[in-house]
């Protein structure tokens, strides 16, 4: 079995500052990764994965994730955020073998706001 | 990218009345589809995994007799909520699982209400 700890529940930062959002995971077998976005009253957006290869992935929008499999993390950065990157961020891990169909773990969300 | 139907959007029904919640897959076929439900200012639960001509799993503690799911075909799974109460209420969410990507593509969601 997976578990996925996003220890920020809420992170507020000023328009254009950076910001990180946390993400650890546990898990016995080789995992997929990754991180969803979802705007208020509006199902999950991904946000960007990683199954294998670089382990720095990025998204079309400014966000990256680096895969730390010593530290079993999987932190999400943007340099410089905007207003409407506010939301709740997800992280979810699944097995990477297929095990359990694929079912996704997820934390338990993070807010992010950012502030004018 | 993909993209999961969700109909209907949101219902309000009275308690003891049973409202059925589609799931599609518009543009990819799905084997296996998940549903979630997600209370205010939370994370998702998994409520079952669906998976195409096969009885549903459900999770730990989810009554299969109330919530009732068929995934008739690769891009339709249905979840009925059998005889709801106001505790049911709630955000659902479903997503289906593509074997190209390795992602989940997530609908968008049908809030319930329940008098």
Known sequence: AQSVTQLDSQVPVFEEAPVELRCNYSSSVSVYLFWYVQYPNQG???????????????SINGF???FNKSQTSFHLRKPSVHISDTAEYFCAVSEASGGSNYKLTFGKGTLLTVNP | GAVVSQHPSWVICKSGTSVKIECRSLDFQATTMFWYRQFPKQSLMLMATSNEGSK?????GVEKDKFLINHASLT??????????????????????????????????????VT
Do not use: M, N, W
Request: some cysteine; aromatic content about 14%; proline content about 3%.
């Open chain 1, 44 to 58: 999950l957006q991904l946000l960007l994965k990683y199954l294998s290869g670089s382990t720095l992935v990025e």
């Open chain 1, 64 to 66: 990256e994730a680096e």
């Open chain 2, 56 to 60: 549903a799993t459900y999770e730990q």
């Open chain 2, 76 to 113: 339709l799974s249905t979840l009925t909520v059998t005889s709801a109460h106001p505790e049911d209420s709630s955000f659902y969410i479903c997503s289906a699982h593509s074997g190209y990507t390795y992602e989940q593509y997530f609908g968008p969601g049908t809030r319930l209400t």
